[in-house]
């Protein structure tokens, strides 16, 4: 099945530190658009630095329209960002947008987010960590961010030109404070309806006092693979790591279980569905909620491309491969051994995505 992509990702950083130069940030624009036209900033952790290492490894990433030859610089392309969609506010997910505010160029910027998350840029934003270049108040300096709240409220909400998005809350841990949210958006092309799925950090369903990846799984079912069938997800920590020290982070089993209870609603739902249309496909057996058979589950993700990211650098290891490159090794054996289906890819920074 391939279908006309209707977004270009390019990956500037992502991975989950503690190499700076390598944090969550993704450049999205529509595939069938110009940069030029505008650009959603998915996450700022890198920024115009590692963009500018990816541009001197190769200038003609982005080039200008109609001049092959000449491409924009970093600096150029970041004034093409017309807002920041923001999983949470911390460190590796915001820093090139706080070190870069006040010198970024061209129009103003919103910043989009649950509420939480921009209380958070505000304890930066306050004069004291960082100048406060960024402000609630819509006729501001343009020089400062316009801060702008996403609300888990079920609605697409417009952030640029034809592309919405759909908010919902994420657990990442519980610190000193309670529990940590993170948050998912279900980010979609409104012309052609057609979506994908980016998550910002994880906690395992299993071991939060609320689980709450569920109900995005609930979410995406219906969607897979039509309308759906891309999932950025980090995967922090390789196999062997123990639950009390993921830190609000998924390991490859843990990964695999949350797409394993995204197969479980992709199989309940398509089994209501056969139901309502009047069992064309009868059950192989009947069972109960709950209780589906590792042959239910066959391919129940087929056509879905699931992209790992935010995988934390080993930097003592003298190891030639890059941690990455175990943890989606381990991921994809997973998915195998369960027959899931879904084909899994790493994240890599440099790479330009089309969906
Ligand atoms: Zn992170
Ligand atoms: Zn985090």
Not at 117 to 133: A, C, H, Q, Y
Request: charged share 25%.
């Amino acid at each position: 099945m391939l279908e006309t992509p209707v977004f270009d990702v390019l990956v500037v950083g992502s991975g989950g530190g503690p190499d700076e130069t390598n944090l969550s940030a993704y450049l999205l624009k529509l595939h069938n658009a110009q940069w030029e036209d505008g650009i959603v900033g998915l996450e700022a952790g890198s920024g115009q630095g590692a963009l500018a290492r990816l541009l001197r490894k190769d200038p003609c990433t982005i080039t200008k329209p109609g001049s092959p030859g000449n491409a924009y610089n970093a600096s150029e392309i970041y004034s093409f960002v017309r807002c920041f969609l923001l999983t949470h506010a911390h460190l590796d997910h915001i820093n090139s947008l706080v070190v870069s505010a006040g010198s970024l160029c061209g129009a103003r910027k919103r910043v989009y987010a649950l509420k939480q998350t921009l209380e958070d840029l505000e304890i930066v934003f306050s004069d004291r960590i960082w100048p406060n270049l960024a402000s609630w108040k819509e006729d501001d300096d343009a020089v400062k961010l316009l801060y702008s709240m996403l609300i888990p409220d079920g609605k697409y909400k417009t952030i640029s030109p034809a592309i919405s998005v759909r908010t919902m809350p994420l657990n990442h841990g519980t610190n000193a404070l309670g529990q940590y949210n993170s948050a998912a958006f279900f980010v979609r092309h409104d012309t052609s309806h057609r979506e994908f799925l980016f998550f910002g950090d994880v906690e395992p369903d299993s071991l939060a006092l609320k689980p709450l990846t569920v109900n995005i799984w609930r979410v995406a079912a219906p969607k897979i693979p039509e309308i759906l069938s891309t999932i950025f997800i980090e995967c922090s920590w390789p196999s062997g790591r123990r639950d009390e020290l993921l830190f609000g982070h998924l390991t490859p089993e843990h990964l695999v279980d949350e797409l394993s209870a995204l197969a479980t609603e992709i199989v309940k739902y398509r089994q209501t569905t056969t139901q309502d249309e009047g069992k064309k496909r009868p059950f192989r057996k009947r069972q109960k909620r709950g209780s589906l058979s590792p042959d239910d589950m066959k391919d129940a993700l087929a056509g879905v491309t699931i992209y790992v990211m935010h995988c934390k650098d080993d930097m003592n290891s003298g190891s030639e491969r890059h941690i990455r490159e175990v943890i989606v090794e381990q991921v994809r054996l997973i998915v195998e051994e369960r027959g899931l289906g879904a084909r899994i890819l790493a994240a890599e920074q440099g790479a330009c995505i089309t969906i």
